[in-house]
């Protein structure tokens, strides 16, 4: 399996000398899921962002397939890389079709190929075309609205997505019928995706391996099935305040392990 993604001791400090990532190195292959992990403030947004180079590091490289984005036309390759954010940020004076067909136009794609691809992803974001093609971000709930930003992210067939918390704001049965649907998506379109979360149970739920991040470093990188079981004391301490309202924590372990395991298992 080929390299989608590399990161080469990547640097980045702001003018005032603080470092937000420091000496950032892990690679990411093709048609996988990553989750970025760690509290606010270890950079992960920032390091999601020198993908597309929203952010250019101090120092060191970012590499997609082998060729460093900073040779690369920012406006062609954020173009080419699905973007998702927790506000979504659809345009609000544009329908729900137009929205997602919104990379495609600017790729200079028909009106008739934007309104078939469009109408060919929500509903496969489970969002009926007819029903909401022709309404307006305000007239959507925010479990559609991130619908609707999952499948622009989707409308050029990008094959990397990069996605920044994108069910943070979500109550937690929107969140999980989310998570279901992006699963789904995922497991037939074969993208390479990097998720920042703050959510432990959705990165072990949606993610190959496991990056957990502290003070902008990376003091983790695991498969999802070994991450449960890793004695790094930084891994243990985040698994520990996620769990703390589960009193059962120490014997429903084994448990969310075999579960991991086998769903890592899975085609």
């Known amino acids: 399996m080929s390299v989608a993604i590399e990161f080469r001791n990547v640097l980045f400090a702001t003018p005032q000398g603080r470092v937000l990532l420091d000496g950032i190195s892990f690679a990411v292959k093709e048609e996988t899921t990553t989750a970025i992990l760690g509290r606010s403030g270890s950079g992960k947004t920032t390091l999601l962002r020198c993908v597309?180079?929203?952010?250019?590091?101090?120092?060191?490289?970012?590499?997609?397939?082998?060729?460093?984005?900073?040779?690369?036309?920012?406006?062609?390759?954020?173009?080419?890389?699905?973007?998702?954010?927790?506000?979504?940020g659809l345009f609000p004076h544009f329908t729900v079709e137009r929205n997602v067909g919104v990379v495609p136009e600017l790729l200079g794609w028909s009106r008739t190929e934007r309104a078939r691809r469009s109408r060919e992803l929500l509903q496969a974001a489970g969002l009926d075309p007819d029903e909401f093609g022709g309404r307006y971000p305000n007239q959507l709930s925010g479990g559609q609205r991130q619908r609707v930003g999952l499948a622009r992210a989707l409308a050029a067939d990008p094959k990397i997505l990069l996605m920044d918390e994108p069910f943070g704001a979500l109550d937690p049965l929107t969140r999980a019928e989310m998570q279901d649907m992006l699963r789904d998506l995922l497991g037939r379109m074969k993208k390479t995706v990097l998720l920042v979360t703050h959510d432990l149970d959705e990165a072990l739920y949606l993610a190959d391996r496991i990056v957990l991040l502290n003070e902008g470093r990376v003091v983790a990188h695991l498969a999802q099935a070994e991450f449960l079981q890793s004695q790094q004391p930084e891994v243990q301490a985040y698994i520990r305040a996620f769990h703390r309202g589960d009193r059962n924590h120490g014997r429903n372990r084994a448990d969310r392990q075999n579960r991991g395991a086998e769903e890592a298992r899975k085609p």
Request: avoid cysteine; glycine fraction near 14%.
């Open 52 to 88: 597309n180079r929203m952010v250019s590091p101090t120092g060191g490289d970012v590499l997609i397939e082998g060729r460093n984005v900073a040779a690369l036309d920012p406006i062609v390759l954020r173009r080419g890389i699905g973007y998702v954010i927790q506000e979504t």
